[in-house]
T-cell receptor, first 110, second 112 residues
């Protein structure tokens, strides 16, 4: 059975304090690993897709990396507007649906 | 831009009512999904559809049914709403293959 575990559950950072969010996964053949951002009361917003170990993608202050067992979302010099819940999901070769982790709630204080 | 639109942002229904949640996407996507999201449990898949009139059960289909009569529209039906179905419901769509899912804004359903 596919499993996605995100850590930490919650993270509080000072503005400018870089950190990383972790997503550990178990899947029978990875088709893709996805990162989403979700603001309170809204639907998830797509950030990145990673397909194979060693792949990296960047967008502004965010950088996502992938190994065979986990993915990291690195946040460099975060700003208060980066506060949100970050969700990781995997899609197996055998299926259509995304299997989500429970998310990391990030708060960046000024 | 892909747009996935859910018919209501907020709904309040009574126990035992039949509830319809509607979702429409405008990008001709083959696959559509219904998830529910609860604190501490994350997003859980209720049903998905990979073609018109085709549907597959997800992880928590009990108490729900779905309908996909047209490619752009995917409806979630609560046959007899119960208080444990109070939740945030999220619709999503994708093209085939390993492409990202686009989500609607969510429907916050409260069953009283």
């Amino acid at each position: 059975e596919d499993q996605v575990t995100q850590s930490p559950e919650a993270l509080r950072l000072q503005e400018g304090e870089s950190s990383s969010l972790n997503c550990s996964y178990t899947v029978s053949g990875l088709r893709g690993l996805f990162w989403y951002r979700q603001d309170p009361g809204k639907g998830p917003e797509f950030l990145f897709t990673l397909y194979s170990a060693g792949e990296e993608k960047e967008k502004e202050r965010l950088k996502a990396t992938l190994t065979k067992k986990e993915s990291f979302l690195h946040i460099t010099a975060p700003k208060p507007e980066d506060s949100a819940t970050y969700l990781c999901a995997v899609q197996a070769n055998s299926g259509y649906a995304l299997n989500f982790g429970k998310g990391t709630s990030l708060l960046v204080t000024p | 831009d892909v747009k996935v639109t859910q018919s209501s942002r907020y709904l309040v229904k009574r126990t035992g009512e039949k509830v319809f949640l509607e979702c429409v996407q405008d990008m001709d996507h083959e696959n559509m999904f219904w998830y529910r999201q609860d604190p501490g449990l994350g997003l859980r898949l209720i049903y998905f559809s990979y073609d018109v009139k085709m549907k597959e059960k997800g992880d928590i289909p009990e108490g729900y049914s779905v309908s996909r009569e047209k490619k752009e529209r995917f409806s979630l039906i609560l046959e007899s709403a119960s208080t444990n179905q109070t939740s945030m419901y999220l619709c999503a769509s994708t093209t085939g293959g390993s492409t990202e899912a686009f989500f609607g804004q969510g429907t916050r359903l409260t069953v009283v």
